[in-house]
C-alpha cells in the first residue's frame, strides 16, 4: 500500500480552519466581512465571554435562499470570484469561500437567512462540518449566524485561547477598525448582555474618528489629503502632545479593508522627527485608495 492518501473532507477542513479561524475575533471578521458584502448597513454582533462561549452576527443584508444557505457553508462555495481574472482586481471583503466551511469544521454552527421576496426564512444547523435538516423561520430580511463550542473538538487549539478579556479586546478594535472603514454602516458590540460599542450610521469620516478615539484627541490632530490620479490618502494624525509609550489606537485603511502595516507606522512615526520621544506613538487614522489591481 502506498504511503500517500488524500485526507478526509473534515480533516482538510480542519486544516483549512487553522489558516482562517485563529480566534473569536477571526470569526468576527470572517462574518462581518461576508454582511458587508450583503449589502448590510446594520450589524450586531453579540459575545459571550468575549466570543470563546458564543459568538452571533446579525445583518439587515440581502439574504439568502434556502439552497444558497446550504452552498455558503460548502467548502470553495463563494457567490464573488468566478475566473481566474477575478483575482486580480478583488473588490468584495470575504472571497476565499473557505470561511463558513472552516468555521463550521471547529464548532457548531447555526444559520438564519431571509431574502425581501421570501414570506419566511430558512435555517439551517453544521455541527463539526456536518449540515443537517433545515427548518423554516420567522424573521426579517437579512443572515444571522451563531457560532457555538469554538475548538471544543480540537481542544489542543482551545488551550491557546486567551482570556475572555483579552479576546474581547481584539474584536472591540476589530470593530472599531471596520467601523472607521464603514462609516455609514451601523455597528453594534454586546458582550455578556452589556453593550459595549454602538456607532449610528455617519455621513463623514470625522464624526467616526470622534466615535471610535474620542473628541479630545480627535481635535489636537493634524489633517491631511494627498488626492492624486487614481490614488488618495487621507488622515487624522494625533500632534506630538497625545503621544503615549503605549495604548495609543492607530488604524490602516486600504479599499476600506481594515489592515496592519509596520512600514507606515514608520512612515508615521519618522515623519515626527524628535518631536516625538523615543517609543513614543501618536494616535492616527489613515485611509488609502487605490485601484483593486
Known amino acids: 500500500m502506498g504511503k500517500i492518501a488524500i485526507l478526509p473532507e473534515f480533516v482538510a477542513n480542519q486544516i483549512a480552519a487553522g489558516e482562517v479561524v485563529e480566534r473569536p475575533a477571526s470569526v468576527v471578521k470572517e462574518l462581518v466581512d461576508n454582511a458587508l458584502d450583503a449589502g448590510a448597513d446594520e450589524i450586531e454582533v453579540i459575545l459571550e465571554s468575549g466570543g470563546i ?30 475566473t481566474i481574472e477575478d483575482l486580480q482586481r478583488i473588490v468584495s ?137 487614481h490614488w488618495k490618502i487621507e488622515g487624522q494624525v494625533g500632534k506630538p502632545q497625545t503621544g503615549s509609550e503605549k495604548g495609543s489606537e492607530q488604524f490602516l485603511i486600504v479599499n476600506k479593508r481594515p489592515v496592519s502595516d509596520r512600514m507606515v507606522m514608520g512612515a508615521v512615526k519618522n515623519a515626527m522627527g524628535s518631536l516625538l520621544p523615543p517609543r513614543y506613538q501618536v494616535p492616527w487614522v489613515m485611509w488609502i485608495t487605490m485601484p483593486a489591481e
Open 53 to 82: 462561549d458564543r459568538i452571533e452576527v446579525r445583518d439587515n443584508g440581502e439574504g439568502m435562499s434556502l439552497d444558497d444557505l446550504k452552498m455558503s457553508v460548502a467548502r470553495h462555495g463563494t457567490s464573488k470570484i468566478k
Open 93 to 229: 471583503m470575504g472571497f476565499r469561500g473557505e470561511a463558513l466551511a472552516s468555521i463550521s469544521s471547529v464548532s457548531k454552527l447555526t444559520l438564519r437567512s431571509k431574502r425581501e421576496e421570501d414570506t419566511t426564512g430558512n435555517q439551517i444547523e453544521v455541527s463539526n462540518g456536518k449540515v443537517g435538516e433545515s427548518t423554516i423561520v420567522g424573521m426579517p430580511r437579512g443572515t444571522v449566524i451563531i457560532v457555538k463550542e469554538l475548538f471544543e473538538s480540537v481542544p489542543a487549539r482551545k488551550k491557546f485561547l486567551k482570556t475572555p478579556a483579552t479576546e474581547l479586546r481584539q474584536i472591540i478594535r476589530l470593530i472599531n477598525h471596520l467601523s472607521l472603514a464603514w462609516p455609514q454602516i451601523e455597528f453594534k458590540l454586546i458582550n455578556n448582555g452589556r453593550e459595549m460599542l454602538n456607532y449610528n450610521k455617519r455621513v463623514n469620516l470625522e464624526d467616526r474618528v470622534i466615535d471610535v478615539i474620542g473628541k479630545e484627541i480627535a481635535s489636537q490632530s493634524f489633517k491631511g489629503i494627498y488626492d492624486h490620479a
